[in-house]
C-alpha cells in the first residue's frame, strides 16, 4: 500500500520590491517539506502537480485549499521524480532519475499509478518529460553508450518506443543534459528542442517529429561538467530562450541567457543581469516579451523579450511553471517549498 498523506495548506506572505517601486506577494505553501521538488505542471488554474524526492508527489485541485501528498512504497520509496507532465485529458505522467527508471501514469484518483516503462540499466537517468498532445509525448535521459535517450509515445503513454541511436546526433564526451527544472527539452507540434550541458552548451532541433536532427551552438556558458543550459522554453516555432550558466559559480552572469529568434539555429545574448538560471519561462499571451527566470537566488521579470530584468523576489525556487491562462506562476524548491504569485501584480496579464 502507498502511505498518504493528507496536508492542510501553510500560508505565508512574501514581499519584493520591484524597481519602480511595485510590489509582489508570494503566498508560499509547504505541503511537505522532508522533499525536494524539481518537477511541476499546471494544466489549469486551479490545478497543480508536483514531483519530489522520496518517492514522493502531489497535487491541489482545490485552487489550493488543500494539498495531497503520496509516498510510494517498496523500490519507488527512494525514487526523486524530477520530471512530471499533466495533460488537458486529466493524465498524469511522471518520470524518475537513476536506475532503475521509470515512466508511471497516475490514475484518476492520484493515488495509483500504472507502470508505462521501465529501464534497469546502471546508467539510467531521465531528464526531462513533456507532451505535444494527449497522444503524443517525449521522455529524454542521459546518453547510454553514446547514444541520447528519447522515448517517444504515439499512443498517449501506453506505450513507449526508443527513437533510433543512428536518427540522433553524436554528442562530445561528457555532454548531457540536465534534470534541474524538467526544462532540458521543449516540443510544438513537429518540432523539439534539447539543450545540453558539460563540455558544450548546445540545442538539439527537429522539425520533423524526430526523424531527423541538426545540431545549433549557444552562447552560454560551457566547457565545465556543471556548465551549460539547464532550462530551455520556446513560446512559439521560432522565439525561444535558453538559460543556465554555471552551478558551481552561481554569482557569475556572464552568458547566463540567450535567445532565438529562428527556431534555434542562432543564439543572442541580450544582456549579462542574472547569476545562475535553473528555470525559465515565457509568459502566455505576452508575444514573446515577458519572462520569468528562477535564478539561484531570486526571481527576476523582463517585459521586453530579456533586454532587462528586475528582481522581483529573493526566494530561490528551481523550478516553476505558467498557468495556461497567464494568471498565476507557481515556484517550487527545497524542503517541499511551493509559491504561487499572481502575475496581474506585475502587469503580466495586462
Known amino acids: 500500500m502507498n502511505r498518504i498523506k493528507i496536508i492542510s495548506t501553510l500560508l505565508l506572505v512574501g514581499v519584493a520590491q520591484l524597481g519602480f517601486s511595485q510590489q509582489v506577494a508570494i503566498q508560499i505553501f509547504k505541503p511537505d517539506t522532508s522533499t525536494s521538488i524539481r518537477a511541476i505542471a499546471v494544466p489549469n488554474d486551479s490545478t497543480v502537480w508536483f514531483g519530489g524526492s522520496k518517492g514522493k508527489y502531489g497535487f491541489t485541485n482545490d485552487n489550493d485549499n488543500s494539498w495531497t501528498v503520496v509516498q510510494k512504497d517498496n523500490d519507488l520509496r527512494n525514487t526523486e521524480f524530477r520530471s512530471i507532465a499533466a495533460l488537458p485529458s486529466g493524465a498524469v505522467f511522471m518520470a524518475n532519475i537513476g536506475s532503475p527508471g521509470y515512466i508511471l501514469q497516475l490514475n484518476d484518483d492520484g493515488f495509483s499509478w500504472q507502470q508505462r516503462y521501465k529501464n534497469e540499466t546502471k546508467d539510467q537517468f531521465f531528464d526531462a518529460l513533456v507532451f505535444v498532445s494527449n497522444e503524443v509525448g517525449y521522455a529524454l535521459g542521459d546518453p547510454q553508450s553514446g547514444c541520447v535517450q528519447l522515448l517517444k509515445t504515439n499512443n498517449a503513454g501506453k506505450n513507449w518506443n526508443p527513437v533510433n541511436c543512428s536518427d540522433l546526433p553524436a554528442l562530445e564526451s561528457g555532454e548531457a543534459f540536465f534534470a534541474s527544472s524538467n526544462t532540458s527539452m521543449d516540443a510544438i507540434g513537429k518540432y523539439i528542442w534539447i539543450a545540453t550541458g558539460g563540455p558544450k552548451a548546445r540545442v538539439i532541433y527537429s522539425d520533423n517529429s524526430g526523424a531527423s536532427w541538426t545540431l545549433f551552438k549557444t552562447p552560454i556558458q560551457q566547457g565545465l561538467k ?125
Open 226 to 350: 556543471m556548465t551549460g543550459i539547464f532550462s530551455l522554453d520556446m513560446y512559439n516555432e521560432k522565439i525561444g530562450v535558453v538559460a543556465g550558466g554555471d552551478y558551481d559559480n552561481k554569482a557569475e552572469t556572464k552568458n547566463t541567457i540567450a535567445f532565438t529568434k529562428d527556431g534555434g539555429r542562432t543564439w543572442q545574448v541580450k544582456s549579462n543581469q542574472l547569476p545562475f538560471v535553473s528555470c525559465v519561462q515565457f509568459i502566455p499571451g505576452s508575444k514573446g516579451k515577458r519572462l520569468l527566470a528562477a535564478c539561484l537566488p531570486g526571481v527576476y521579470y523582463s517585459n521586453n523579450a530579456g533586454l532587462t530584468w528586475m528582481k522581483i523576489s529573493d526566494e530561490s525556487f528551481y523550478t516553476f511553471r505558467i498557468a495556461p491562462s497567464g494568471r498565476t506562476a507557481w515556484f517550487a524548491g527545497v524542503k517541499g517549498v511551493i509559491g504561487k504569485m499572481n502575475l496581474s501584480e506585475i502587469g503580466a496579464n495586462n
